[in-house]
């Protein structure tokens, strides 16, 4: 698996390389914005990690730039800025993930598989199953052409379910793969969700035929057939 470390701090950037390089990842490193971006569109890579404080071209700048360029390889981005808007403009130019500095490398490792275990297809701009389309460029779901209001974390399950359509995910997968590291997420999280959803996508539209099934002893998937 190959990976490209933009990051402008040497010795950061000399111990991910070297601990990544002991889990034979191959790793391409570069220092600055302009570099980065030209590496990333010139060679094909599985993931990207990226620093968001970055000379001659900061890391949202870089991303934003990547997806302008229609090049979707996951980008695990690093900061030292903990707050949450800055997550949130990070997320909105087209990361992945964010990881705060400073942080211990099996948390780095965990949050690479995770990225690079997801399929293929996940880079889909609109996801359609039966009358329902959820647009991840606009962030807006509808339905039989009417809009539903979600909120980020049912957008992000429901995203999620329908890229695994026809697939059945257990409340604990749900909660691993939508709630990856969230330290205030309760056992019956992924179950409230499911409950929001319905009652959004389902019950909301009488005359559509319901979507999101229980799987008895297993857990949840979205109804994939006609």
């Known amino acids: 698996m190959k990976i490209l470390l933009i990051e402008d701090d040497h010795q950061i950037a000399a111990y991910i390389k070297k601990g990544l390089e002991l889990k034979s990842y191959v790793v391409d490193v570069v220092y600055d914005g302009e570099q980065g971006l030209d590496f990333a569109l010139a060679e094909k890579y599985d993931l990207i990690i990226l620093d968001r404080m970055l000379p001659k071209m900061d890391g949202l700048q870089l991303c934003q730039n990547l997806r302008q360029e229609n090049n979707h390889t996951p980008v695990l981005m690093l900061t030292a800025r903990a707050e949450v808007s800055d997550k949130v403009e990070g997320l909105n130019v087209g990361a992945d993930d964010y990881l705060t ?4 490398f099996i948390e780095l490792l965990a949050r690479i598989k ?29 339905r039989a052409g009417e809009i539903i209001k979600l909120s980020s974390k049912e957008f992000a399950l429901l995203d999620f379910l329908m890229r695994h359509k026809g697939q059945p995910m257990s409340a604990a997968q749900l909660t691993e793969r939508v709630w990856e590291y969230d330290s205030d997420v309760l056992p019956n999280t992924a179950q409230v969700y499911i ?4 009652k959004k996508i389902d019950s909301a539209f009488p005359n559509e035929k319901p979507l999101i099934e229980t799987v008895r002893g297993f857990g949840y998937k979205i109804n994939d057939k006609p």
């Open 195 to 198: 409950s929001h959803l319905r």
């Open 101 to 104: 500095k400073p942080f211990a």
């Open 114 to 142: 995770a990225l690079t275990r997801r399929p293929k297809n996940l880079n889909t701009d609109k996801l359609t199953i039966d009358s329902l389309t959820l647009d991840t460029q606009s962030f807006q779901a509808t």
